[in-house]
């Protein structure tokens, strides 16, 4: 087992819209586990609704559908809003404790130095970009499938992208089966993305068949990070210049 602990580079500010969306991901999820079921794979991304402009209520639909024999679709309710609205709705639902644990996880290591750069409004303006990104790389590869997709792991990919271009040095405690040790953020996202590609590059045969975990939503959501770090480079530079030598005053 590899898993990312924290990072020990000290930040300026009070990560109010990191805490915030850690908030609104926890609350949502309470919220699902209240409304059962239906309402969760109502409000996820299905993407053959989304490019077919039609709410399927399933098992309603299912003789409509040509759905393969692998795939077992889960039921669904009526979705209250234009179905593309699910691509947003969709970042802030999970499917069970664990996979909120690990999301969250990784947006309180990465997210706060992130958020710093950017500053809150366009932080989370480009965690929604790097979600809207995740989902649309993700249904366009297999816009047939009635496989529900869920989870902020695009958006949090996007933020770890991000990270991994400004602060490519940064330490990183990582639990490493039974040992604690630290590694350069570089290493340890840029091997997160590197096994989010061959794993995503691996499912393309096999999209729709099963659910599982959304490499490709993945792989977009750090992409658009990536290009998001790169149009805010100088800022960030400014930033790690300021913390770096507080005397100076510097505005990024």
């Given at each position: 087992m590899v898993l990312p602990l924290g990072d020990i580079?000290?930040?300026?500010?009070v990560p109010l819209a990191t805490y915030t969306l850690i908030a609104l991901n926890?609350?949502?999820?309470l919220f699902?586990?209240?409304?059962?079921?239906?309402?969760?794979?109502?409000?996820?991304?299905?993407?053959?609704?989304?490019?077919?402009?039609?709410d399927l209520e399933l098992p309603r639909d299912e003789n409509r559908l040509r759905i393969p024999?692998?795939?077992?679709?889960?039921?669904?309710?009526?979705?209250?809003?234009?179905?593309?609205?699910?691509?947003?709705?969709?970042?802030?639902?999970?499917?069970?404790?664990?996979?909120?644990?690990?999301?969250?996880?990784?947006?309180?290591?990465f997210g706060d130095n992130v958020e710093e750069v950017l500053g809150s409004m366009r932080y989370?303006?480009?965690?929604?970009v790097c979600?809207?990104?995740?989902?649309?790389?993700?249904?366009?590869?297999?816009?047939?499938s009635v496989i529900p997709t869920l989870g902020a792991s695009g958006a949090i990919a996007g933020i770890m992208g991000s990270y991994a271009v400004w602060f490519p040095r940064h330490r990183i405690r990582?639990?490493?089966?039974?040992?604690?040790?630290?590694?350069?953020?570089l290493v340890v996202i840029g091997v997160w993305i590197v096994f989010q590609v061959w794993r995503g590059?691996?499912?393309?045969?096999?999209?729709?068949?099963?659910?599982?975990?959304?490499?490709?939503?993945?792989?977009?959501?750090?992409?658009?990070?990536?290009?998001?770090?790169?149009l805010f480079y100088d800022r960030a530079r400014a930033i790690i210049l300021r913390n770096s030598r507080p005397e100076l005053s510097v505005d990024p």
């Open positions: 580079e000290k930040i300026r500010i926890v609350g949502m999820y699902q586990l209240d409304r059962g079921e239906g309402f969760t794979t109502s409000l996820a991304a299905t993407p053959y609704e989304i490019t077919h402009d039609y024999t692998q795939e077992k679709p889960i039921p669904q309710r009526h979705v209250p809003f234009p179905v593309q609205l699910t691509m947003l709705t969709a970042m802030f639902l999970h499917s069970d404790p664990l996979h909120l644990a690990v999301n969250m996880l990784f947006l309180w290591i989370v303006l480009v965690y929604i979600g809207l990104a995740g989902t649309v790389v993700q249904t366009l590869i297999n816009p047939n990582v639990l490493v089966f039974r040992y604690l040790i630290e590694m350069p953020a590059v691996g499912s393309i045969g096999h999209l729709g068949e099963i659910g599982g975990v959304a490499y490709l939503a993945h792989i977009g959501g750090a992409a658009t990070g990536i290009v998001a770090a790169f």
